[in-house]
Each structure stands twice: as C-alpha cells, then as structure tokens.
C-alpha cells in the first residue's frame, strides 16, 4: 500500500488511503503533531505515489521517470518551503504564489510541501491563507506543523486536518531500529523512551556518541572493580568523557535514569529472570534502594549543571557516586 512504511499513524493513513481510494483529494491538508512522528514521511510517501506514472500495485514502482525524478530529488513538481532562518517569511509565501501561476510542468499535479507551518508570522500566514482560499488547480498544499507553537485559526480552517500522534515505545523502537541499524534493541528502547514516542527526534540526540558512554558507564557499574583505587580510576575516566558531551550531556543523563528507573519497575514487577542481561545483572547487583540513589545522584548533577556549578566537577562527583559506592 502507498502508507506501508507509516507506522503507528492508523486514523492519518485510514483518512489519506479513503481519499486516494476515491480520488478525493482535498486542495489542502495540515499534518499536525509531535516533531518525529512520521508526518514529513507521509508527506513523501503521498507524493511519491501521486509522481508515479504506473501504480501497478497501488504503490509507488520505483522504476518510471516520474519515482526516479523525485527519489533523486529532482522532480519539477515537488516543492518544498523551509523556515528561513527562525521562520517562513512573506518573501518565501510570494515566490510560491509566482510558482503556482503555471500549470505543473509534467504530472497531473505539482505537490507543495511547507515545512514548519507554526513558525509563521501573521503576514507570511495571511499571505499564505489567499492562496489556500483561491487554490490554483492542479496543485495539492500539505502543510506540516509542530504542535510547539500555535497555528493562525484562519489557516487552519482552510485545510484538513489530519492529526499525527506518538508511537507506542515498541513502535518507536521498531522505527529507530530501521532508522539506526547500527543501534542494539535496548539502545532502540532507551531512545524511544527519550523521545516520547517521537523517533524522527533521535537525530537530534548526538545519540551514537551519547549511547556508546551511557553503555560504557553502565557495563562499569555492573562489573564493578576489584579496589577501590581502580574505581576511582575508572570514575574519574569516565567523567572526563562525559564532561566533554557538550550538548548530549541532558541526553546522557536521562538515558541514565531511564535504566535505574526501568530496573526499579523490573524489581517491583518480576522476580524471575527477564533474559535481558543487563537487567537481571542489575537486579542482582543493587536493590531498590541503591537505585532510588543513583537516580538521585543523576538529579544532583543535573541540577549542579543549571546553577553553572563546575561542568567536569559535576560530572566527578556524579561517576565517583555510581562507580565508586
């Protein structure tokens, strides 16, 4: 089907299949939800289908001019409006109106895809709103926005809305994995939990750096050490490289807490062995009390972060308190 690699999306692809089904494609339609939730990939896959010229299988063929054309990036009648900068601003929402004089220059359709939507100002959104009034013929708008800003009212009642909301945490997994084949399951897991649901979010994590220290720190702490000297040794390593995590610092640490707190559940949960080693290592090791610790001494050091405490002094104090017990 055109939507096979949508997960997670059952009302967004049920309402776009209808459509397509009956050849009732509305001028205009708003894809509204989280960021990284696949809306952008529906977005493409809808164009996708419209550019093939054969659709032997109610599917893209991957093979005719039009899916070369626009798997290359190249297709006269797929464009796309980014945020300039900070926003979309009224210049870009006037260059589309010029393009949209003209008929498409080779399929039936030209597909307009505008990214980011809920950065508009009034006037670029106002200018924007006299073309989605008087839509051009021949010309399909999908609008995608991010629900972290709210939507000129006027915008929104010119198009159907087509609502896109997290994955389950198996869901996401399930698409991080496919996304991040390099990534082992639990990595998958624990970056799906990060992101609430939202795996398009992973890139923004540094997450290949940020979960090769998070699994460096965790086998540490499950080894242990036969001193206490080389604890300390192994602490004070370790807090040097995740003081140098710069921006992946909040991520490290959540993907910290994300283990201590999961292993708390298991505790409470399951007496047995999971299979999963880490987990059942885990359980032997501490009980809940020791984990309630370690999720506190996370908190510490986040905190000791946002009151510009020292940077590498945080982070020793926080592997001294995990490693070093």
Not at 68 to 79: E, V
Request: glycine letters at 8%.
């Amino acid at each position: 089907m055109v939507f096979s690699k949508i997960i997670g999306q059952p009302k967004a692809v049920k309402l776009l299949s209808r459509a397509l089904v009956g050849d009732r494609l509305a001028h205009g339609y708003l894809f509204t939800g989280p960021d990284g939730v696949g809306k952008t990939t529906t977005a493409l896959a809808l164009a996708a289908y419209q550019f093939c010229e054969a659709r032997d299988e109610a599917r893209p063929c991957g093979r005719c001019g039009g899916c070369m054309k626009f798997a290359s990036g190249n297709h006269p009648d797929f464009l796309t409006i980014r945020p300039d900068g900070a926003a979309i601003k009224i210049d870009q929402v006037r260059g589309l109106k010029k393009d949209l004089r003209f008929s498409p220059f080779e399929s039936g359709m030209r597909i307009v895809v505008i990214e980011d939507v809920q950065t508009m100002r009034r006037e670029a959104g106002n200018s924007l709103l006299k073309i989605l009034e008087e839509p051009p013929p021949d010309n399909l708008l999908l609008l995608i926005a991010s629900e972290s800003e709210p939507i000129l009212p006027t915008i929104i009642s010119r198009c159907q809305v087509i609502p896109f909301v997290p994955l389950t945490m198996d869901q996401a997994a399930t698409v991080i994995s496919r996304l991040n084949p390099q990534l082992d399951s639990k990595e998958a897991h624990a970056l799906a939990v990060l992101t609430s649901g939202c795996p398009g979010q992973v890139q923004a994590l540094h997450s290949e750096e940020v979960l090769n220290l998070r699994n460096d720190c965790i086998q540490a702490m499950l080894a242990g050490s036969q001193t206490d000297a080389g604890s300390v040794e192994l602490a004070l390593d370790l807090a040097g490289r995740v003081a140098e995590l710069k921006d992946g610092l909040d991520t490290f640490f959540d993907l910290l807490a994300i283990f201590f707190k999961e292993n708390m559940v298991a505790i409470l949960c399951d007496g047995e062995g999971s299979g999963d080693g880490e987990v059942d290592t885990a359980r032997e090791s501490w009980n809940l009390q020791q984990l309630s610790d370690m999720v506190q001494a996370v908190d510490s050091a986040r905190r000791g972060l946002a009151g510009n405490c020292n940077r590498g002094l945080v982070c020793e104090v926080l592997m001294l308190a995990l490693l070093a017990r």
